[in-house]
């Protein structure tokens, strides 16, 4: 005899169905390890997120009316490296930002490089998990064109900052994004803040803007860029300080 369904277990089976295979393909997109519920709407977040980002809308941009003129500060201020601080009393003269991993055309680039490199400015609200949010005028360059001048890899794709403040925990913090957030046209590797360069505290000399993402996302005394096709391999393998640390979730959308 055929087994009847009433409409409601038919509607009920296709959600259920489509519940499954919208986790099956986001966990399998998600870089991390799916250990836990946690990850899987972690993962679900990212993947709704890359949909309802298709188009790269912008984030809102504000008027130099609300700026906040000292930018509030959220972990490291000030890197106790030694490395850093002799770079920092040279006024970053020996500093270089390098763009390396998957990439056709590695580059290490001086701080008079990048500044000679076509610019953006933005003024936009950086929002920590915290509990605070700030408005900053952010000057620098877009994370894409930098991408293209280095000529990214097919097998690429996650972009890896890494920083040069050594945490409490003796290791050094470290984020990651995917190549999707760092070609939003707001993504920026910035110089420049509030029409001055970057304080040591907010970063200095260099430091990510990625506008569609929370506070601990814009990594901060940047040194190294590299292009990676999974992240396992670096740091404790949950692709960012916080993340290895506290279980932080990795797509960190706002
Ligand atoms: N290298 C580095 N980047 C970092 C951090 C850090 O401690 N070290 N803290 C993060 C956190 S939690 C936030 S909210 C922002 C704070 O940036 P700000 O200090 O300029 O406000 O930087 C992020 N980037
Ligand atoms: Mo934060």
């Given at each position: 005899m055929?087994?009847?369904?009433?409409?409601?277990?038919?509607?009920n089976g296709v959600l259920l169905g489509g519940a499954a295979?919208?986790?099956?393909?986001?966990?399998?997109?998600?870089?991390?390890?799916?250990?836990?519920?946690?990850?899987?709407t972690d993962a679900l977040n990212y993947g709704l997120h890359d949909l309802m980002l298709s188009g790269q809308p912008r984030v809102r941009e504000f008027t130099r009316n609300d700026l906040v003129l000292d930018f509030p500060t959220s972990g490291?201020?000030?890197?106790?490296?030694?490395?850093?601080?002799?770079?920092?009393?040279?006024?970053?003269?020996d500093y270089r930002l390098l763009v390396d991993g998957l990439v056709d055309n590695p580059m290490s680039l001086s701080l008079d490089e990048l500044r000679a490199l076509p610019a953006q400015s933005q003024i936009t609200m950086h929002t920590c998990d915290e509990g605070w949010s700030a408005i900053g005028e952010w000057k620098g360059v877009p994370l894409a064109q930098?991408?293209?001048?280095?000529?990214?890899?097919?097998?690429?794709?996650?972009?890896?900052?890494?920083?040069?403040?050594?945490?409490?925990n003796d290791k050094p913090y470290y984020e990651s994004i995917d190549l999707f957030a760092a070609s939003h046209p707001q993504t920026l590797l910035a110089y420049d803040l509030n029409?001055?360069?970057?304080?040591?505290?907010?970063?200095?000399?260099?430091?990510?803007?990625?506008?569609?993402?929370?506070?601990?996302?814009?990594?901060?005394?940047?040194?190294?860029?590299?292009?990676?096709?999974?992240?396992?391999?670096i740091g404790d393998g949950r692709g960012g300080w916080w993340e290895d640390y506290d279980n932080a979730i990795w797509y960190a959308g706002l």
């Open positions: 055929a087994a009847k369904f009433t409409r409601r277990q038919i509607v295979v919208s986790v099956a393909l986001a966990t399998r997109r998600y870089p991390g390890e799916i250990k836990s519920i946690h990850d899987i490291v201020t000030a890197p106790r490296d030694e490395r850093y601080q002799s770079m920092r009393e040279n006024n970053f003269a930098l991408l293209s001048r280095a000529g990214v890899q097919d097998s690429a794709r996650y972009v890896v900052f890494h920083c040069m403040d050594t945490q409490f029409g001055e360069p970057v304080p040591q505290k907010n970063g200095a000399p260099l430091r990510l803007r990625i506008e569609t993402q929370i506070g601990y996302k814009h990594a901060k005394f940047v040194e190294r860029v590299e292009l990676v096709d999974n992240l396992l391999t």
